[in-house]
């Protein structure tokens, strides 16, 4: 359903909240637990989320954001696995929670099992970026330089990050030799680009595309399935290699417990959709390249299991490892 049939549904937003409210949630301070550290899309959106939803069920409890990093986002995760089903304990994650059920083979929660899906928050593609330095113009001249090369040295902000998946997945589909040169995290990797000791890199649009508009680097490619608003000259990876399909989105949502009552999953969900709809959190977002996209519940989920189903082919073909 488009955002915008949701946002048009009062109606049916204020059904939640009076059934949420007639069962006494919630009954004491929530808890939102976000799997890295403060700063940041994950934080962002989570502190925002703080800030709103006692406009929506009342002040007389606060919410409160957790920041509790460590082991790609596991330490946050199994945190909120071993809470009570009841509302108090919400995860926001990303990436990394449809990741590493591939990636690890013996995480501290079960992924399938231990969460309920309420709601896409927000969602980013990567933009392939390469020094302005470089020979490379587009995509086109991207793949047959690596070919040439037998070969481009290619940054990431980490192992399993999203800027490593989107490589090994265009590695993958392309069939190009793509070499990772993995760093800890954008802030290290970022000055190797800008100074030529790798390629090229997948990269957020909040971190690059300044540099972009600095002519410090050059976009070449985009890994949404449709061009990015505040990019539109930059074609899609779909577009610009001529691989249909290709997705790779850096996306966090919303979790709680499951076993939470449907009206208190209904009831977050609904108020969530009205946050994430207010301009003034829209145009927070736009200005870091960021699409706020709140699903149907069951979309979540379903979209949840494609992205589980998408990275873990990606990690059994090309063999990665835990970091």
């Known amino acids: 359903m488009h955002r915008r049939a949701l946002l048009a549904a009062p109606a049916l937003l204020l059904a939640p909240r009076l059934a949420a409210a007639q069962g006494g949630y919630p009954s004491r ?47 946050g995760t199994a945190h909120v696995a071993r809470q009570p089903a009841d509302g108090h304990t919400l995860l ?44 490379v113009r587009d995509m086109a001249g991207f793949l047959a330089l690596a070919r040439s090369r037998n070969g481009l040295n290619m940054a990431s902000a980490g192992n399993a990050s999203m800027s490593h998946m989107a490589l090994e997945l265009l590695a993958s589909r392309s069939g190009a030799p793509l070499v990772h040169v993995p760093f800890r995290g954008s802030g290290l990797a970022m000055p190797a680009l800008l100074g030529g000791q790798v ?34 000259e930059v074609p899609t990876v779909a577009e610009a290699a001529g691989l249909p399909g290709f997705l790779a989105l850096n996306f966090f949502g919303l979790w709680a ?24 959190v829209v145009d927070r977002f ?11 519940r069951a979309a979540f ?21 835990p970091g």
């Open 92 to 135: 926001v994650a990303g990436a990394p929670f449809a990741i590493n059920p591939a990636l690890f083979p013996a995480l501290p929660y079960d992924t399938a099992r231990d969460f309920a899906a309420i709601t896409l928050l927000v969602r980013n593609g990567l933009f392939l970026v390469v020094p302005a330095a470089s020979p």
């Open 199 to 232: 390629d090229a890199m997948f990269e957020n649009p909040s971190t690059c595309l300044p540099l972009v508009r600095e002519g410090r680097l050059r976009a070449i490619a985009f890994t949404g399935a449709e061009r990015s608003a505040a990019a539109p």
């Open 301 to 321: 989920a379903g979209f949840v299991a494609e992205q589980m189903r998408v990275w873990a082919e990606v990690v059994r073909e090309r063999g990665i490892q």
């Open 29 to 75: 301070q929530v808890a939102i637990v976000v799997g890295v550290a403060p700063g940041g899309t994950a934080d962002m959106a989570a502190r925002i989320l703080a800030e709103g939803f006692p406009r929506r069920f009342g002040d007389r409890f606060p919410f409160v954001v957790e920041n509790r990093p460590g082991a790609a986002t596991q330490i």
């Open 257 to 280: 417990r499951s076993g939470t009552p449907e009206t208190i999953l209904d009831a977050i969900h609904a108020a969530t959709v009205e946050i994430l709809g207010r301009p003034e």
């Open 286 to 296: 736009a200005r870091d390249g960021v699409e706020p996209a709140p699903m149907p």
